[in-house]
C-alpha cells in the first residue's frame, strides 16, 4: 500500500499568515495516461464531511478561495493557505487514488495561533 | 454534477450486520464509480472499497474482505454497503464518495456504533 505521510500533525498559524502543509508518498502516484498526479485534499470540519480543496494536486475545486493552493514535487505535495483566515479552522488531509487500496495522510489540524 | 444521500445512522450490537446505502442523483448513476471510507471517532479517513455501478465489479481493502459486500440497485441509483460480524472497533462515520475523472462532494456519512 502506498504510505501517506502529512507534517506537520498540527499547526497554530497567526490571522493572515501562511500556513503550510505537506504530505509525502510513498510511491509515485503520477498516472501517465492523465499526466497528473492522483492527489487529492480535503478539508474537514467537526460534524461534517470532508470537503474536496484539490484534485489533479493542483486543480481546485470550484467555489474554494483562491488563497489556498496545491503544488507538487515528484512525491512531495503542499497545501499552502496564503491569508489565514477564522473559517480555515479544520483538519486537512492528502489522499492518493492513483492505486488500490486508496490511502490518506494522517491528517493536519490547523488552528489559529 | 452528482449528489449523493446516505440512509440514517445505526445501532448494532456485536456480532451482527449493518447495511449503509447511498443513493445518487443528478447524473447518470452509472457514469461514477462508488467509494466507501470509514471514520472512527477522532480518527483520520480509512478507504474500505469501491464499485463499478455499471458492471458491479467491486474492489475491497484486505482488512475488511471477508466482512464486507458492496451491491449496487441501477433502478433506485443506489449502492450500498453491508459490513457483517461488527465489532466495537466498527463504531465510525461511513461515508460514500463518487468518482469520474474527477472526486464530487461526498454523502454526509453515516453513523454506525456498535453496542452492546
Known amino acids: 500500500d502506498i504510505v501517506m505521510t502529512q507534517s506537520p500533525d498540527s499547526l497554530a498559524v497567526s490571522l493572515g499568515e501562511r500556513a503550510t502543509i505537506n504530505c509525502k508518498s510513498s510511491?509515485?502516484?503520477?498516472?501517465?495516461?492523465?499526466?497528473?498526479?492522483?492527489l487529492a485534499w480535503y478539508q474537514q470540519k467537526p460534524g461534517q464531511p470532508p470537503k474536496l480543496l484539490f484534485y489533479?494536486?493542483?486543480t481546485r475545486e470550484s467555489g474554494v478561495p483562491d488563497r489556498f493552493s496545491g503544488s507538487e514535487s515528484g512525491t512531495d505535495f503542499t497545501l499552502t493557505i496564503s491569508s489565514l483566515q477564522a473559517e480555515d479552522v479544520a483538519v486537512y488531509y492528502c489522499?492518493?487514488?492513483?492505486?488500490?487500496?486508496?490511502?490518506f495522510g494522517q491528517g493536519t489540524k490547523l488552528e489559529i495561533k | 454534477q452528482v449528489q449523493l444521500v446516505q440512509s440514517g445512522a445505526e445501532v448494532k450490537k456485536p456480532g451482527a450486520s449493518v447495511r449503509v446505502s447511498c443513493k445518487a442523483s443528478?447524473?447518470?448513476?452509472?457514469?461514477?464509480?462508488i467509494h466507501w471510507v470509514r471514520q472512527a471517532p477522532g480518527e483520520g479517513l480509512e478507504w474500505m472499497a469501491i464499485?463499478?455501478?455499471?458492471?458491479?465489479?467491486?474492489t475491497y481493502a484486505q482488512k475488511f474482505r471477508d466482512r464486507v459486500i458492496l451491491t449496487r440497485d441501477t433502478s433506485t441509483s443506489t449502492v450500498y454497503l453491508e459490513l457483517s460480524s461488527l465489532r466495537s472497533e466498527d463504531t465510525a462515520v461511513y461515508y460514500c464518495?463518487?468518482?469520474?475523472?474527477?472526486?464530487?462532494?461526498w454523502g454526509q456519512g453515516t453513523l454506525v456504533t456498535v453496542s452492546s
Open positions: 464518495a463518487a468518482y469520474s475523472s474527477r472526486w464530487y462532494p
Open positions: 443528478g447524473h447518470t448513476f452509472t457514469s461514477y464509480y
Open positions: 464499485i463499478n455501478p455499471t458492471g458491479g465489479s467491486t
Open positions: 510511491q509515485s502516484v503520477f498516472s501517465t495516461s492523465n499526466n497528473k498526479n492522483f
Open positions: 489533479g494536486a493542483s
Open positions: 489522499h492518493q487514488y492513483s492505486t488500490l487500496p486508496h490511502t
